[in-house]
């Protein structure tokens, strides 16, 4: 694991502020919010937020609840997780709640790359981060495609100036159209869950696919997923799901009619590299595809030269078809099976 699976948290307006103008702090999330919000504390190895937002809430970070604080210790965790900051300025304040016992980390001063601090997360062997704000450093995760998931709660009341900090500040967010996972109420919040990176999601989404099929010491679990360009699911698949020869890609085209018009705008996803060469079958994955029409794949692992030389990157690519590996997602494929080496 090269960085925590990572969730960004706030409340904010309707009108898109996170706190108002004032010295005081502003709270928008009711008590069912708050609970909920606890909730997601309990379920994190850390919990981060900038340096700023200690300087100005004096965050306690911790959990509220005595059931969650002993149902985590009761799973052999600590009771609460652990404080994490940054800061290139270093001056943080003794007296804040943040350094009320030793179960925190402060990465700087000076300026620490997101990337670096997460990987040294990861190595303390914290697997899920929860990321409170504020706004620089949300904007920072979201701008360095480091966040996993964002959940918005948006709480019934407008703060109404522009001097107030809003959920992020001004930057380039190349996330496109986020994918929407569940809504909520909370009280009188309504609490949005987006997953930033599709491409990423749907991937997880074949990832969580491949684990259905069959076992076999001869081919690999794999899942497949067609989504629509409106971001919509199509179908799905996975290896052997109907015959013990089929690959997850057939599984899923073979789900919709050749004639949907939604497959000349769609894109498959597969967890692994669709195969360019068969033993047992005489079409292979990146020939169903071309076929197809589907225009866009997108896959996390290559094949590795175990069963067969994979070269469906390749030969999608040279059908016109826009071809993107996705290394990142790549660690979490092998996970799946000791096959993958
Ligand atoms: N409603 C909600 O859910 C929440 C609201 N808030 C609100 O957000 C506001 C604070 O947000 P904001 O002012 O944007 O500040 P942040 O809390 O995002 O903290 C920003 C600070 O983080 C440090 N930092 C940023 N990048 C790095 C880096 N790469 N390496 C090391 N340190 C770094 C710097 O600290 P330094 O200056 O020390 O160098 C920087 O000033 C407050 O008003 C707070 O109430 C906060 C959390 C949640
Ligand atoms: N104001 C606000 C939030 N603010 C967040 O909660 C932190 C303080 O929590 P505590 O550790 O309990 O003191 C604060 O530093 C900031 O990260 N969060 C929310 O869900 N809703 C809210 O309305």
Redesign the pocket.
């Known amino acids: 694991m090269t960085r925590p699976y990572t969730i960004l948290?706030?409340?904010m307006s309707v009108d898109g502020y996170?706190?108002d103008a004032t010295e005081e702090?502003?709270?928008?999330?009711g008590d069912e919010?708050?609970d909920?919000?606890?909730e997601l504390?309990a379920s994190v190895d850390a919990?981060m937020?900038g340096a700023n937002?200690?300087r100005?809430?004096?965050?306690?970070?911790?959990v509220?609840s005595d059931k969650r604080r002993a149902d985590r210790e009761a799973r052999g965790l600590p009771a609460n997780p652990l404080r994490v900051t940054f800061t290139a300025s270093g001056s943080l304040g003794n007296d804040a709640?943040f350094f009320r016992d030793d179960n925190f980390v402060v990465f700087g001063p000076p300026a620490v790359p997101l990337p670096v601090m997460l990987a040294d997360l990861a190595r303390r062997g914290v697997r899920r981060l929860l990321v409170?704000?504020?706004s620089a450093v949300h904007t920072a995760f979201l701008t360095q495609n480091l966040a996993d998931e964002v959940r918005l709660?948006v709480?019934p009341i407008f703060v109404g100036d522009s001097r107030a900090p809003r959920f992020v500040q001004d930057g380039r967010f190349g996330t496109g159209r986020m994918v929407l996972g569940e809504i909520r109420q909370a009280g009188d919040c309504t609490v949005m869950q987006f997953f930033p990176d599709a491409d990423r999601y749907w991937l997880r989404q074949c990832i969580e696919e491949s684990r259905k099929c069959p076992p076999s010491e001869t081919a690999y679990p794999v899942g497949a997923v067609i989504v629509g360009s409106d971001g919509r699911e199509i179908s799905r698949g996975y290896s052997r799901e109907t015959d013990p020869t089929a690959h997850a890609e057939e599984e899923a085209l073979a789900k919709v009619s050749p004639d949907d018009p939604r497959l000349k705008t769609a894109t498959i996803y597969s967890s692994l590299e669709p195969c360019s060469t068969r033993k047992s079958r005489p079409r292979s994955c990146a020939q169903w595809i071309i076929g197809s029409g589907i225009p866009r794949v997108v896959f996390g692992l290559r094949e590795p030269s175990r069963f067969v030389v994979g070269a469906g990157f390749e030969m999608l690519a040279a059908a016109g078809v826009t071809v993107v590996e996705r290394p990142d997602v790549a660690p979490e494929v092998k996970l799946v099976s000791t096959l993958y080496g």
């Open positions: 948290s706030a409340a996170i706190d702090r502003l709270i928008l999330s919010d708050w909920r919000v606890d504390r919990i937020v937002t200690i100005r809430d004096n965050p306690r970070l911790g509220r709640a409170e704000g504020g709660a709480a």
